[in-house]
């Protein structure tokens, strides 16, 4: 039996889940609170304009906006269908 169990996955506990995916909320959640308030809006726009020209999935976007001593960067990473 125990060669079997070595192949065999580890069942975890629901509690196990909900506490990761609680952290992972918790997380997403911080990482937001020091944003503009402006940024949701401002990341839809720009989506509405790139899907004029290229069909984007919306999950497969990101926006990060990253601070320094001297300035703001607003990254936006997409990812494009090859056709």
């Not at 990482?31 to 290229?54: E, F, G, N, T």
């Amino acid at each position: 039996m125990g060669l079997l169990d070595y192949f065999k996955q580890e069942s975890r506990s629901s509690a196990s889940i909900a506490k990761e995916r609680l952290q992972i909320v918790v997380s997403h959640e911080r990482s937001r609170r020091h944003q503009p308030d402006y940024l949701p809006a401002l990341q839809q726009d720009l989506m509405q304009v790139i899907a004029k020209y290229v069909n984007i999935d919306p999950d497969e976007v990101s926006v990060q906006l990253d601070h320094d001593d001297q300035r703001s960067v607003l990254e936006l990473n997409i990812c494009l269908p090859k056709d």
